[in-house]
């Protein structure tokens, strides 16, 4: 199911949006959901990591150790 979503944008942005959906051939809300997906995806990605950052009882790694468990 979808679910139609209306945004403004500022002029210069959309032109880069129409200029991306020409060049790929896809349309605007194609180019859109993708660029949110990612977006999305990136987002719960930078909660993980500042889950674990502030994380008490998950030990740090430094480079050092990092390097040498790589074999660097």
């Known amino acids: 199911m979808t679910t139609a979503i209306s945004v403004r944008l500022l002029k210069e942005l959309a032109d880069q ?4 959906a020409k060049e790929t051939e896809r349309p605007r809300s194609f180019i859109i959901q993708k660029a949110l997906e990612s977006y999305v995806e990136d987002f719960a990605d930078l909660q993980i990591a500042l889950d674990r950052l502030h994380d008490k009882s998950d030990p740090l790694v430094s480079g050092k150790e990092l390097r040498k468990s790589l074999g660097l």
């Open 17 to 20: 949006l129409d200029g991306i």
